[in-house]
């Protein structure tokens, strides 16, 4: 079982950059693929970039999302990164974090992820 925990949200001015983080706990978090996923105020629940274990952990996005976003994921620290770069009120959301056990999915699809955290909210004020 492994457990997720996002942090980093908050409150944060158009224009601004942030970064969230998601520490895992238990499971083999090397060689998972992690997703980030985020929720906008009545709208479904979409993917953002993930990040599998393919060589120099390779990552991917939603094509709305390129240049937008950046992951990264520290295996020392079993903790993976989402930064987020000229933050606009769209982007305002509970920003998840979940885990794949198939360490080699490019994967956007949230069934295939079998671990979630419970999500930390980013609110772009104008």
């Known amino acids: 079982q492994v457990h997720l925990v996002e942090s980093g949200g908050g409150l944060v001015q158009a224009g601004d950059s942030l970064r969230l983080s998601c520490a895992a706990a238990?499971?083999?978090?090397?060689?998972?693929?992690l997703g980030w996923f985020r929720q906008a105020p009545g709208k479904e629940r979409e993917f953002v970039a993930g990040?599998?274990?393919?060589?120099?952990?390779?990552?991917y996005f939603a094509d709305s999302m390129r240049g937008h976003f950046a992951t990264f994921r520290d295996d020392d620290k079993n903790t993976v990164y989402l930064y987020i770069d000229s933050l606009k009120p769209e982007d305002t959301a509970v920003y998840y974090c979940?885990?794949?056990?198939?360490?080699?999915?490019?994967?956007?699809?949230?069934?295939?992820?079998?671990?979630w955290g419970q999500g930390t909210r980013v609110t772009v004020s104008s």
């Open positions: 979940a885990a794949d056990d198939n360490g080699n999915s490019q994967s956007q699809y949230g069934g295939d992820f079998g671990y």
């Open positions: 990040v599998n274990t393919w060589h120099r952990r390779s990552a």
């Open positions: 238990g499971g083999t978090f090397s060689t998972m693929t």
